[in-house]
């Protein structure tokens, strides 16, 4: 099996391992001659496939080992100014990005030609890195507005209020509310007739008029 080697994602193969990679590597240059390879060949090659992987594996567990020494190393400083400086170039090596605590640190000791030189090879990787994520956001938000389908008008309050109103336009589809027809007036001849108050049905006796000059003349 494979075994990683150093800190800087290498790896160390023996001589089965080699003769197997080897095949694999003249298979892949030549799929033609696939047809010749026996089954004890294939399980090597995919035995071979499986042992990278699992060394692959542990070579990302040393990197996360040596991050956390070098977190330790930091957290200890000034008095470990020589142990972290070295422990920081190692961990640069198997791609680490320095955080904002290790340029911190590095502007503390600057007062040393090595310290110096990391400061500024640190600096350039965090600029890189900051450009290539504002790059990697510029690209999604632009590839956001392309796929976003457009905005739709906005509605004005007073409109959104007036679609609230009965007999108003309808949102959504809806069928507008019918309006409250009147009540019809009844006919003529099916309205009630009043009820006749005690003087039209009693009227009052009207006194007897006097009779005239003339008549009481003529009687005299």
Known sequence: MPTPYGSRGGMAFGAQ??????RALALALHPSTAHALDDQAVQD?????????????EGARLRAFLVADLARYRAALPGTAAGYLELLEDVLATGYRPAPDDL??????RGTPRAAALLARCEGLAERALRARLAAASEARAADSRTAPPPRPLVPQSRTRLLALPGGRAADGDKPAPRPEPPAEPAPSERPRPVP???EVFPPKRPAQPPA?????AAG
């Open 17 to 22: 391992e080699l003769r197997v990679l080897r």
């Open 45 to 57: 090659c995919v035995r071979l496939a499986d042992d990278i992987d699992e060394t692959v594996r």
């Open 104 to 109: 911190a640190a590095l502007r503390a000791l």
């Open 197 to 199: 108050t005690p003087a």
């Open 213 to 217: 000059p003339s008549q009481r003349l």
